[in-house]
């Protein structure tokens, strides 16, 4: 498979840095954001240390000029995207009747109008190069829901509209847009939730342990590679069994 330009979004968080690892591995040159200049650079110096160079650009993904200027910064470093990865996520936990709206705004700015941001600036060059790939990572819960995740889940779901939608408009034009949905894996998001409650989600899960984010990362490589030309609109769970059917 040819070198891609990969922009992995939230490439600094769990499953984001598996990701990169991954793409790079493949051989594409990959890029993300960071927010924080501290962090952002930490982290991409960790990363240089294990080989991996990452291109970076600041930016929030909730803001439609900051993240047309952060794909441009990446495409000034490395050249054109042709691989987008939706990664970057937050949650915001609790039941409807006690939700705040910015518990609400927070979470849908951030896992579905980012989505928006950042595809929208990147999807014309893709159609004018007639070669894409676009991943949205949504979750286990916008198929099933989740207590106290009226916000997230409707954010995820929305994801899956948007990939069906996204995969009819572009589908002769060489880009397919699918979406992977994780069960619980151990990363922060994750591990910040008290341990009695990971260890009931755990035994819960057929496989009986949570997911590591390279199995999330070996979904995304599988999709971005070339052979996967037919596989739009497409999504795939990986969740250890712990959701299964539609
Ligand atoms: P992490 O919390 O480890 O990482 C989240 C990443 O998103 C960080 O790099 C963070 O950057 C970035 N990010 C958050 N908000 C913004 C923003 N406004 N602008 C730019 N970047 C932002 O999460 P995970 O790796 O666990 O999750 C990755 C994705 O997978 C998310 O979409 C999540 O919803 C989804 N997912 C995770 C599951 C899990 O079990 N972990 C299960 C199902 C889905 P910063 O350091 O600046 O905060």
Redesign the pocket.
């Known amino acids: 498979m040819q070198s891609r330009v990969a922009l992995v ?8 840095t598996s990701i990169i690892k991954r793409l790079a591995g493949m051989g594409h040159r990959v890029a993300t ?4 200049d501290a ?1 952002g650079k930490a982290w991409q110096e960790k990363m240089k240390a294990e080989g991996i160079d990452v291109a970076m650009a600041k ?4 803001s439609a000029e900051q993240a047309e200027a952060m794909v441009r910064e990446i495409e000034s470093q490395l050249g054109p995207i042709e691989i987008l990865v939706n ?5 915001r936990d609790t039941t409807f009747h006690k939700m705040a709206v910015d518990q609400w705004n927070d979470v849908i700015c ?2 579905l109008n ?1 989505v928006y941001n950042v595809t929208r600036p990147v999807i014309e060059g893709m159609r004018g190069r007639k070669w894409g790939r676009i991943i949205q ?4 819960n916008g198929l099933k829901g989740q207590y106290g995740q009226a916000n997230y889940a409707a954010a ?1 779901a929305g994801m899956h509209g948007f990939t069906i939608s996204l995969a009819r408009e572009n589908a002769r034009l060489g880009i397919t847009v699918n979406t992977v949905s ?4 151990a ?4 591990m910040a939730v008290p341990e009695e409650v990971r260890a009931k989600i755990a035994a819960d899960i057929p496989t009986g342990r949570l997911g590591e ?1 390279d199995e999330i990362a070996y979904a995304v490589g599988f999709l971005v590679d070339d052979q996967a030309a037919w596989i739009t609109g497409s999504n795939l769970d990986i969740n250890g069994g712990h959701h299964m059917g539609w």
């Open positions: 979004t939230g490439g600094t968080g769990g499953i984001g954001n960071y927010r924080d962090k930016g929030d993904v909730t990664n970057a996520g937050i949650t951030t896992n980012s990572i949504s979750s286990i995820k994780p069960g619980y894996v990363t922060d998001m994750v984010p």
